[in-house]
Protein backbone atom coordinates (compact mmCIF):
# COMPACT_ATOMS: atom_id res chain seq x y z
CA UNK A 1 0.00 0.00 0.00
CA UNK A 2 1.39 3.25 -0.58
CA UNK A 3 2.35 5.32 2.02
CA UNK A 4 0.76 8.62 3.42
CA UNK A 5 2.39 10.78 5.32
CA UNK A 6 0.86 14.44 5.97
CA UNK A 7 2.64 17.70 4.71
CA UNK A 8 1.06 20.99 6.03
CA UNK A 9 2.04 24.17 4.07
CA UNK A 10 2.03 27.39 6.34
CA UNK A 11 0.79 30.93 5.51
CA UNK A 12 1.54 34.33 7.14
CA UNK A 13 -1.72 36.14 7.45
CA UNK A 14 -0.85 39.32 5.75
CA UNK A 15 -2.22 41.40 3.23
CA UNK A 16 -2.70 40.78 -0.44
CA UNK A 17 -3.92 43.10 -3.35
CA UNK A 18 -6.83 41.91 -5.78
CA UNK A 19 -7.08 42.15 -9.00
CA UNK A 20 -9.77 43.24 -11.29
CA UNK A 21 -10.50 41.35 -14.74
CA UNK A 22 -13.60 41.41 -16.16
CA UNK A 23 -15.04 39.90 -19.78
CA UNK A 24 -17.84 37.58 -20.95
CA UNK A 25 -19.22 36.75 -17.67
CA UNK A 26 -19.76 40.37 -16.42
CA UNK A 27 -23.19 40.19 -17.45
CA UNK A 28 -23.64 37.11 -14.92
CA UNK A 29 -26.03 38.01 -12.31
CA UNK A 30 -23.84 36.15 -9.79
CA UNK A 31 -20.06 36.59 -10.13
CA UNK A 32 -17.15 34.29 -9.03
CA UNK A 33 -13.91 35.45 -7.12
CA UNK A 34 -11.59 33.25 -6.58
CA UNK A 35 -7.90 33.78 -5.10
CA UNK A 36 -4.09 33.39 -7.20
CA UNK A 37 -3.41 29.97 -5.72
CA UNK A 38 -6.12 28.44 -8.32
CA UNK A 39 -3.69 29.04 -11.01
CA UNK A 40 -6.16 30.07 -13.65
CA UNK A 41 -4.65 32.11 -16.66
CA UNK A 42 -5.08 35.59 -17.20
CA UNK A 43 -6.80 35.01 -20.71
CA UNK A 44 -9.01 32.74 -18.77
CA UNK A 45 -10.31 34.84 -15.69
CA UNK A 46 -10.96 37.50 -18.35
CA UNK A 47 -13.08 35.34 -20.61
CA UNK A 48 -15.50 34.45 -17.55
CA UNK A 49 -15.25 37.78 -15.66
CA UNK A 50 -13.59 36.31 -12.84
CA UNK A 51 -12.34 38.64 -9.92
CA UNK A 52 -9.05 37.03 -8.32
CA UNK A 53 -7.66 38.29 -5.36
CA UNK A 54 -3.73 37.75 -4.95
CA UNK A 55 -1.56 36.04 -2.02
CA UNK A 56 1.71 37.94 -1.64
CA UNK A 57 4.73 36.26 -3.22
CA UNK A 58 8.37 37.10 -1.80
CA UNK A 59 11.59 35.97 -3.48
CA UNK A 60 14.57 37.09 -1.53
CA UNK A 61 14.90 40.50 -2.19
CA UNK A 62 12.18 40.93 -4.30
CA UNK A 63 8.39 41.67 -3.19
CA UNK A 64 5.15 41.56 -4.18
CA UNK A 65 5.28 44.58 -6.04
CA UNK A 66 7.98 42.87 -8.29
CA UNK A 67 6.96 39.20 -8.49
CA UNK A 68 3.52 40.46 -8.98
CA UNK A 69 4.53 41.33 -12.62
CA UNK A 70 6.79 38.66 -13.53
CA UNK A 71 5.26 36.03 -16.01
CA UNK A 72 4.98 32.20 -14.43
CA UNK A 73 8.28 31.52 -16.77
CA UNK A 74 9.97 34.24 -14.97
CA UNK A 75 8.97 33.60 -11.41
CA UNK A 76 10.44 29.55 -12.16
CA UNK A 77 13.75 31.19 -14.10
CA UNK A 78 14.20 33.76 -10.95
CA UNK A 79 13.74 30.77 -8.48
CA UNK A 80 16.51 28.78 -9.89
CA UNK A 81 18.94 32.18 -9.78
CA UNK A 82 17.87 33.19 -6.22
CA UNK A 83 19.11 31.14 -3.45
CA UNK A 84 16.46 31.87 -0.49
CA UNK A 85 13.17 29.77 -0.75
CA UNK A 86 9.81 31.93 -1.85
CA UNK A 87 7.27 32.76 0.65
CA UNK A 88 3.82 33.56 0.70
CA UNK A 89 1.27 35.47 2.48
CA UNK A 90 -2.35 35.29 2.65
CA UNK A 91 -4.72 38.07 1.44
CA UNK A 92 -5.97 40.43 4.31
CA UNK A 93 -9.70 40.57 4.86
CA UNK A 94 -9.71 43.89 3.34
CA UNK A 95 -8.33 42.51 -0.20
CA UNK A 96 -11.12 40.48 -0.43
CA UNK A 97 -14.00 42.98 1.09
CA UNK A 98 -12.57 45.14 -1.56
CA UNK A 99 -13.39 42.47 -4.47
CA UNK A 100 -16.88 42.03 -2.94
CA UNK A 101 -18.06 45.50 -3.19
CA UNK A 102 -16.56 46.48 -6.40
CA UNK A 103 -18.48 43.52 -7.73
CA UNK A 104 -21.42 45.14 -5.67
CA UNK A 105 -20.99 48.83 -7.17
CA UNK A 106 -20.89 46.96 -10.88
CA UNK A 107 -24.81 46.05 -10.02
CA UNK A 108 -23.74 41.87 -9.05
CA UNK A 109 -27.17 40.09 -7.23
CA UNK A 110 -24.82 37.94 -5.07
CA UNK A 111 -20.92 36.52 -5.13
CA UNK A 112 -19.24 32.89 -4.55
CA UNK A 113 -15.93 32.54 -3.62
CA UNK A 114 -13.93 29.65 -3.76
CA UNK A 115 -10.25 29.80 -1.68
CA UNK A 116 -7.82 27.80 -1.54
CA UNK A 117 -8.11 24.85 1.07
CA UNK A 118 -8.11 25.99 4.75
CA UNK A 119 -5.85 23.56 5.82
CA UNK A 120 -3.08 24.72 3.42
CA UNK A 121 -4.12 28.85 4.34
CA UNK A 122 -5.78 31.37 6.28
CA UNK A 123 -6.97 32.33 2.63
CA UNK A 124 -10.27 30.92 3.37
CA UNK A 125 -10.52 32.55 6.64
CA UNK A 126 -9.99 35.95 5.55
CA UNK A 127 -12.68 35.66 2.81
CA UNK A 128 -15.18 34.82 5.18
CA UNK A 129 -14.49 38.10 7.31
CA UNK A 130 -14.53 40.14 4.02
CA UNK A 131 -17.72 38.50 3.39
CA UNK A 132 -19.05 39.06 6.83
CA UNK A 133 -17.72 42.70 6.40
CA UNK A 134 -20.19 43.08 3.21
CA UNK A 135 -23.21 41.42 4.37
CA UNK A 136 -24.78 44.92 4.34
CA UNK A 137 -24.19 45.22 0.56
CA UNK A 138 -24.49 42.17 -1.42
CA UNK A 139 -24.73 38.37 -0.28
CA UNK A 140 -21.31 36.20 -0.33
CA UNK A 141 -20.43 32.58 -0.24
CA UNK A 142 -17.44 31.43 0.64
CA UNK A 143 -16.53 27.98 -0.43
CA UNK A 144 -13.53 25.96 0.78
CA UNK A 145 -12.52 24.33 -2.05
CA UNK A 146 -10.39 21.71 0.01
CA UNK A 147 -8.05 21.89 -3.36
CA UNK A 148 -5.58 24.36 -4.87
CA UNK A 149 -3.63 25.10 -7.64
CA UNK A 150 -5.49 23.86 -11.22
CA UNK A 151 -7.89 21.51 -8.57
CA UNK A 152 -9.22 24.64 -7.64
CA UNK A 153 -9.16 26.07 -10.42
CA UNK A 154 -11.40 23.33 -11.90
CA UNK A 155 -13.79 23.92 -9.15
CA UNK A 156 -14.26 27.91 -9.60
CA UNK A 157 -15.03 27.25 -13.36
CA UNK A 158 -17.46 24.88 -12.24
CA UNK A 159 -19.32 27.27 -10.36
CA UNK A 160 -18.64 30.01 -13.44
CA UNK A 161 -20.39 27.53 -15.96
CA UNK A 162 -23.70 27.88 -13.76
CA UNK A 163 -23.59 31.12 -12.91
CA UNK A 164 -23.60 32.33 -17.17
CA UNK A 165 -25.98 30.24 -17.44
CA UNK A 166 -28.33 32.21 -14.97
CA UNK A 167 -27.78 30.16 -11.68
CA UNK A 168 -29.00 31.55 -8.71
CA UNK A 169 -26.68 32.18 -5.83
CA UNK A 170 -27.58 28.78 -4.33
CA UNK A 171 -26.90 27.36 -7.58
CA UNK A 172 -23.57 28.47 -7.89
CA UNK A 173 -22.67 27.82 -4.72
CA UNK A 174 -24.19 24.63 -5.10
CA UNK A 175 -22.15 23.52 -7.87
CA UNK A 176 -18.51 24.85 -6.16
CA UNK A 177 -19.66 22.82 -3.30
CA UNK A 178 -20.70 19.28 -5.53
CA UNK A 179 -17.47 19.81 -8.28
CA UNK A 180 -14.96 20.24 -5.38
CA UNK A 181 -16.18 16.50 -4.73
CA UNK A 182 -14.84 15.05 -8.16
CA UNK A 183 -11.66 17.05 -8.15
CA UNK A 184 -8.40 15.64 -7.29
CA UNK A 185 -4.69 16.74 -7.24
CA UNK A 186 -1.78 14.73 -7.26
CA UNK A 187 1.74 15.13 -8.58
CA UNK A 188 5.33 14.04 -8.34
CA UNK A 189 8.09 16.84 -7.15
CA UNK A 190 11.80 16.31 -7.98
CA UNK A 191 13.13 16.44 -4.41
CA UNK A 192 11.93 17.31 -1.19
CA UNK A 193 14.17 19.86 -0.23
CA UNK A 194 12.02 22.85 -0.48
CA UNK A 195 9.34 21.24 2.32
CA UNK A 196 12.54 20.28 4.16
CA UNK A 197 14.06 23.36 4.21
CA UNK A 198 10.74 25.54 5.02
CA UNK A 199 10.28 23.37 8.02
CA UNK A 200 6.83 22.20 6.71
CA UNK A 201 6.96 17.78 6.95
CA UNK A 202 4.10 17.60 9.54
CA UNK A 203 4.88 14.30 9.76
CA UNK A 204 7.23 11.05 9.39
CA UNK A 205 10.43 13.58 10.42
CA UNK A 206 12.00 10.45 11.60
CA UNK A 207 11.62 9.05 7.28
CA UNK A 208 13.27 12.23 6.50
CA UNK A 209 16.92 11.44 5.71
CA UNK A 210 15.60 8.56 3.36
CA UNK A 211 13.30 10.57 1.75
CA UNK A 212 15.92 13.23 -0.07
CA UNK A 213 17.03 10.81 -2.28
CA UNK A 214 13.59 9.69 -3.70
CA UNK A 215 11.05 11.20 -5.89
CA UNK A 216 8.02 11.57 -4.01
CA UNK A 217 4.30 11.46 -4.94
CA UNK A 218 2.07 13.87 -3.40
CA UNK A 219 -2.30 13.90 -3.23
CA UNK A 220 -4.08 16.43 -1.47
CA UNK A 221 -6.76 14.62 0.64
CA UNK A 222 -8.78 16.02 2.88
CA UNK A 223 -7.33 19.22 2.18
CA UNK A 224 -3.83 18.18 3.00
CA UNK A 225 -1.33 17.22 0.58
CA UNK A 226 0.10 14.08 1.95
CA UNK A 227 3.39 11.67 0.82
CA UNK A 228 1.39 9.28 -1.34
CA UNK A 229 4.20 6.97 -2.11
CA UNK A 230 8.13 6.93 -3.10
CA UNK A 231 9.07 6.63 -6.30
CA UNK A 232 13.39 5.10 -6.42
CA UNK A 233 14.13 7.07 -10.02
CA UNK A 234 11.73 10.39 -11.92
CA UNK A 235 10.17 8.08 -14.52
CA UNK A 236 8.92 5.19 -11.66
CA UNK A 237 7.23 8.64 -9.94
CA UNK A 238 5.37 9.47 -13.36
CA UNK A 239 4.16 5.76 -13.68
CA UNK A 240 2.71 6.09 -10.19
CA UNK A 241 1.17 9.64 -11.17
CA UNK A 242 -0.19 7.93 -14.23
CA UNK A 243 -1.78 5.10 -12.38
CA UNK A 244 -3.41 7.11 -9.80
CA UNK A 245 -5.18 8.99 -13.10
CA UNK A 246 -5.99 5.39 -13.87
CA UNK A 247 -7.97 4.79 -11.04
CA UNK A 248 -10.98 7.47 -12.24
CA UNK A 249 -12.98 5.80 -15.01
CA UNK A 250 -14.72 8.56 -16.26
CA UNK A 251 -12.45 11.73 -16.06
CA UNK A 252 -14.31 14.49 -17.46
CA UNK A 253 -10.84 17.37 -17.85
CA UNK A 254 -7.52 17.04 -16.36
CA UNK A 255 -5.02 19.58 -16.10
CA UNK A 256 -1.28 19.58 -15.83
CA UNK A 257 1.03 22.23 -13.97
CA UNK A 258 4.76 21.76 -14.15
CA UNK A 259 7.76 24.21 -12.65
CA UNK A 260 10.14 24.76 -15.08
CA UNK A 261 10.12 20.51 -15.92
CA UNK A 262 11.85 20.03 -18.81
CA UNK A 263 10.49 16.31 -19.06
CA UNK A 264 7.01 17.31 -19.04
CA UNK A 265 6.46 15.99 -22.30
CA UNK A 266 7.24 12.15 -20.47
CA UNK A 267 4.62 12.17 -18.60
CA UNK A 268 1.71 14.09 -20.81
CA UNK A 269 2.28 11.54 -23.00
CA UNK A 270 1.29 8.90 -20.36
CA UNK A 271 -1.42 10.69 -19.14
CA UNK A 272 -2.64 10.89 -22.93
CA UNK A 273 -3.03 6.96 -22.58
CA UNK A 274 -5.70 7.99 -20.20
CA UNK A 275 -7.53 10.97 -21.17
CA UNK A 276 -6.84 11.80 -24.88
CA UNK A 277 -4.29 14.39 -25.68
CA UNK A 278 -7.10 17.26 -27.20
CA UNK A 279 -8.28 17.23 -23.35
CA UNK A 280 -5.27 17.44 -21.46
CA UNK A 281 -4.27 21.31 -20.28
CA UNK A 282 -0.56 22.04 -19.97
CA UNK A 283 0.71 25.10 -18.59
CA UNK A 284 2.52 26.44 -15.92
CA UNK A 285 2.75 25.89 -12.06
CA UNK A 286 2.08 29.39 -9.97
CA UNK A 287 4.36 30.43 -6.97
CA UNK A 288 1.53 29.99 -4.22
CA UNK A 289 1.81 25.91 -4.53
CA UNK A 290 5.32 26.20 -6.27
CA UNK A 291 6.49 27.95 -3.44
CA UNK A 292 6.24 25.18 -1.24
CA UNK A 293 7.18 22.35 -4.09
CA UNK A 294 9.91 23.65 -5.70
CA UNK A 295 11.48 23.54 -9.26
CA UNK A 296 11.15 20.71 -11.27
CA UNK A 297 7.92 19.48 -9.37
CA UNK A 298 4.49 18.35 -11.93
CA UNK A 299 1.21 18.42 -10.73
CA UNK A 300 -2.09 17.10 -12.12
CA UNK A 301 -5.84 18.42 -11.52
CA UNK A 302 -8.89 15.97 -12.49
CA UNK A 303 -12.18 16.22 -12.63
CA UNK A 304 -14.47 12.93 -12.94
CA UNK A 305 -17.72 12.48 -14.26
CA UNK A 306 -20.71 13.04 -12.03
CA UNK A 307 -22.67 10.08 -11.22
CA UNK A 308 -26.38 10.28 -12.63
CA UNK A 309 -28.89 10.27 -10.45
Known amino acids: MPERVPVTLSHEDTGGDSAQVSGRGHGARIRVVVDSAADLEPEELARHGMRVVNL???????????????????FW?????????????????????????????E???GVVCVALSSV???????????????????????????AGSVA????????????????????????AMSSRDLVRL????????????????????????GLLDIKPVLMLRNGALELESRARTRLRSFERVAAIAREVPEIEQLGILHA??????????????????ERIKVGWLGPVL????????IVVGDKRRAQSI
Open 56 to 74: DVRLGEFGPEATSKWSLEE
Open 77 to 105: QMCAKVPELPETSSPSPGAFEEAFRSLAD
Open 107 to 109: GAA
Open 120 to 146: LSATYQAALLGAHNVADRIGVRVVDSL
Open 152 to 175: EGLVALDAVAVAEAGGDLDAVEAA
Open 186 to 209: YGTLDSLDNLRKGGRLRAGQALLG
Open 260 to 277: GASDIDVIVGMLAEVVPR
Open 290 to 297: GAHVGGGT
